[in-house]
């Protein structure tokens, strides 16, 4: 199983200000990688696929890069609906499908 | 555009099995285009993939789980069904039903349900 590891656990960032969130797999995974965003009491929105992807509908200041085994999502200029959980999660291999667990970017 | 609601019991017992089913609106589970799937979240933990399962049969189960699940697709009532046999407390979580690609378009999950809490309790 591939694990994936997304730091920090918690970002404090203020409105406006830019967001660094990190993923890292345990082995490659090309770059088949997903980013989700999921607010409290909501379901995951997927955000961004193929490590750079954006998915449809997901604004600009939402960027994702990496391959292999390091992937970075940035969030530029934070608003004020962009404070949640990010979650990554590796889909490399057909039905292997593995998480990452979240990172909180909260309000500072 | 396709909506998903997942039903069934917000509690379960220790060693019983858990039952949920998720509705398709809006769109088809015949789709040839997609699996349908389940996944779930502990309370403050990671999310975690389950199974899934294609109209026409085929199905994938997440090996730490393969022998305590089954899903089924019921095509008369554009449902799909999740069974998680012998749960224990550690089965407690969101259980979330989702539509995604199929092996060779699988680009993350794009639909989810709103997703419901199943306590396991003795």
């Known amino acids: 199983e591939i694990v994936m590891t997304q730091s920090p656990a918690t970002l404090s960032v203020s409105p406006g200000e830019s967001a660094t969130l990190s993923c890292r797999a345990s082995?490659?995974?090309?770059?088949?990688l997903a980013w989700y965003q999921q607010k409290p009491g909501q379901a995951p929105r997927l955000l961004i696929y193929?490590?750079?992807t954006r998915a449809t509908g997901i604004p600009a200041r939402f960027s994702g890069s990496g391959s292999g085994t390091e992937f970075t999502l940035t969030i530029s200029s934070l608003q004020s609906e962009d404070f949640a959980v990010y979650h990554c999660?590796?889909?490399?291999?057909?039905?292997?499908?593995?998480f990452g667990q979240g990172t909180k970017v909260e309000i500072k | 555009q396709l909506q998903l609601q997942e039903s069934g019991p917000g509690v379960v017992k220790v060693s019983e099995t858990l039952s949920l089913t998720c509705t398709v609106s809006?769109?088809?589970?015949?789709?040839?285009?997609?699996?349908w799937g389940w996944l779930r979240q502990p309370p403050g933990k990671g999310l975690e993939w389950i199974g899934s399962?294609?109209?026409?049969?085929?199905?994938a189960s997440n090996p730490s789980l393969a022998s305590r699940v089954k899903i089924s697709v019921d095509t008369a009532k554009n449902q799909f069904s999740l069974r998680l046999s012998s749960v224990t407390a550690a089965d407690t979580a969101v259980y979330y039903c989702?539509?995604?690609?199929?092996?060779?378009?699988?680009?993350?999950?794009?639909?989810w349900g709103q997703g419901t809490p199943v306590i396991v309790s003795s």
């Open positions: 999660q590796q889909y490399n291999k057909w039905a292997s499908w593995t």
């Open positions: 809006r769109g088809s589970v015949r789709d040839s285009n997609y699996y």
């Open positions: 193929g490590a750079s």
């Open positions: 989702a539509r995604h690609g199929t092996r060779f378009y699988y680009f993350g999950i794009q639909v």
């Open positions: 082995h490659s995974v090309g770059n088949n």
């Open positions: 399962m294609y109209y026409a049969g085929d199905t």
